[in-house]
C-alpha cells in the first residue's frame, strides 16, 4: 500500500503499511421495478424545481445558518496533502520518560554485565561452586559473555547519547530540543537513580541485619539463569 522511511535523528527505519480493511460493503443499482432499467438521479431546486446541470453544483461550506462559503475545484486540491513518502513526526515522547526508561534501563543492565565480567575473576570460590563454571581458553564464559554485553550495551549508549534527539546528552550544551540543559539534567536524573538504588540496597542490608537477616548471602552464588 505504501513504502517509505520513518526518520527520526540518526535514525532511519524502513515502513512498509498495508490496508488492513477491505470494502465488505454490498452496493446496489437504482432499478424501475416494472422493466428492470436503471434510473438516475437528479440534482433540483428544492425552492423552484428547476434542474441543475453538474457544472453548475460547487461544494460549499456553511459558516451560520444560511450563509455559505464556497469552493471551487481548484480551492479544494489545495487542501489536499501533497503526496509523500515521508512521515512528519509532530510529538516526541517526553525527555524524562525516555531517559529513564530507556537510557536507564540500558545503565542497569551494563552494570549487571560489568558484574558478570568481574565476579568470576574476582571471587574465584563462588565460580567454581557454580554449575555453570564453563571455560574457553582458559576464561570463564560468563566472563567472555558479560565483556560482549558490555561492550554492546556501551556502543548502544554512545550512540544514543551522542543523538541530538534521544532527549538526554553527555555534554550540557547540547540543544536536543528541549533547551540546552535538560538533556544533561536527564542524565544526572539517571545516574541519580542508579545511586539511590544503591542507596536503597545499602539501608535494606542494615536493617535486615538488625533483624538476623544477611542480605549479602544472595551475592555467594551464580544462579544457573
Known amino acids: 500500500m505504501w513504502n517509505g522511511k520513518l526518520a527520526a535523528g540518526k535514525l532511519g527505519i524502513d515502513v512498509k503499511l498495508y490496508a488492513t480493511v477491505e470494502d465488505a460493503t454490498v452496493h446496489f443499482h437504482l432499478l424501475h421495478a416494472k422493466d428492470h432499467e436503471r434510473v438516475q438521479q437528479h440534482l433540483l431546486n428544492p425552492n423552484t424545481g428547476e434542474l441543475r446541470e453538474g457544472d453548475q453544483i460547487h461544494k460549499g461550506y456553511e459558516v451560520q445558518r444560511g450563509t455559505f462559503v464556497l469552493l471551487s475545484p481548484a480551492e ?13 513526526l509532530y510529538a516526541f515522547v517526553p525527555a524524562f520518560a525516555f531517559a529513564v526508561g530507556i537510557v536507564g534501563a540500558f ?49 548502544v549508549q554512545i550512540s544514543v547519547l551522542s543523538d541530538p534527539f534521544s532527549g538526554v546528552s553527555l555534554f550540557p550544551s547540547t540543544d536536543a530540543g528541549n533547551g540546552p540543559v535538560i538533556p544533561f539534567i536527564m542524565l544526572l536524573v539517571n545516574l541519580a537513580i542508579l ?31
Not at 135 to 145: C, E, H, K, N, S
Request: aromatic content about 6%; charged content about 20%; glycine content about 6%.
Open 76 to 88: 479544494l486540491a489545495k487542501l489536499a496533502p501533497p503526496a509523500s513518502k515521508s512521515i512528519e
Open 107 to 155: 545503565i542497569t543492565f551494563m552494570v549487571t554485565a560489568l558484574s558478570a565480567t568481574i565476579l568470576p575473576m574476582r571471587r574465584k570460590e563462588i565460580l567454581q561452586r557454580s554449575p555453570v563454571n564453563w571455560r574457553i581458553a582458559g576464561y570463564p564464559v560468563i566472563t567472555l559473555v558479560g565483556a560482549l554485553a558490555l561492550i554492546g550495551l556501551a556502543a
Open 195 to 225: 545511586a539511590t538504588g544503591f542507596l536503597v540496597y545499602g539501608l535494606a542490608r542494615r536493617v535486615k541485619k538488625a533483624q538476623g537477616i544477611d542480605l549479602s548471602l544472595a551475592f555467594k552464588e551464580i544462579p544457573p539463569e
